[in-house]
């Protein structure tokens, strides 16, 4: 089946800085979905990119659907302490019923 | 706005017994999905059905069963409980495929198995 590779896999950093992380697929996908799951709670999604360079906005985040529909990039501005989480990138699979899921990137900011 | 409602919350059992993880959504979402997230790992699809009557076979179906007798409810059995299927058990709903609608998580039921 497809499979969405994340990166990095964790990432300590210090409250204030920016942070980037990108996911990508061999295959192409339609629509790329970034979700957050704070500790002890499901995924939230954050941002929805359904067109190959679409460039989307929520808050500090943005989210920029890669040219060539294989990728994904997510961008946090001046990181605050609740950013802590598990950030995750989804992609529909082939049939259109089911998600495949990156493998997560565990963020960390230290106050 | 309740969206996907997970029961229990926590929950431990012991070897070869067995329960049933419930999920409800008020969303009249008709599609509806298992994951299990062990620690440190991302999300594994068990089971989603594509509306009332309809189920099928995810990524890691082995040992666990569902029903979808009802658009709200989707029911995930564990017949005989091992060791293994120690884990983070999250239900999830979207309108349609997720081609363009994104689904919406519950908070999870904590599972061990000793």
């Known amino acids: 089946g497809q499979q969405l590779n994340q990166s990095p896999q964790s990432m300590f950093i210090q409250e204030g800085e920016d942070v980037s992380m990108n996911c990508t697929s061999s295959?192409?996908?339609?629509?790329w979905l970034w979700y957050k799951q704070d500790p002890g709670e499901g995924p939230v999604l954050l941002i929805a990119?359904?067109?190959?360079?679409e460039l989307t906005s929520n808050g500090r985040l943005t989210a920029q659907f890669g040219i060539t529909r294989k990728d994904s990039f997510l961008n946090i501005s001046a990181s605050i302490p609740s950013d802590v989480g598990i950030y995750f990138c989804?992609?529909?699979?082939?049939?259109?019923?089911?998600?495949?899921f990156g493998e997560g990137t565990q963020l960390t900011v230290n106050p | 706005n309740a969206g996907v409602t997970q029961t229990p919350k926590f929950r431990i059992l012991k070897i070869g017994q067995s329960m049933t993880l419930q999920c409800a959504q008020d969303?009249?979402?008709?599609?509806m999905y298992w994951y299990r997230q062990d620690p440190g790992m991302g999300l594994k699809l068990i089971y989603y059905?594509?509306?009332?009557?309809?189920?099928d076979k995810g990524e890691v179906p082995n040992g666990y069963n569902v029903s979808r007798s009802t658009t709200e409810d989707f029911p995930l059995r564990l017949e005989l409980a091992a060791p293994s299927q120690t884990s983070v058990y999250f239900c999830?709903?979207?309108?349609?495929?997720?081609?363009?609608?994104?689904?919406?998580f519950g908070d999870g039921t904590r599972l061990s198995i000793l």
């Open positions: 989804a992609g529909p699979e082939t049939s259109g019923s089911r998600l495949t």
């Open positions: 295959s192409i996908f339609n629509t």
């Open positions: 969303m009249n979402h008709n599609y």
């Open positions: 999830a709903s979207s309108v349609r495929g997720s081609g363009n609608q994104p689904q919406h």
């Open positions: 059905s594509v509306g009332a009557g309809i189920t």
């Open positions: 990119l359904y067109k190959a360079g």
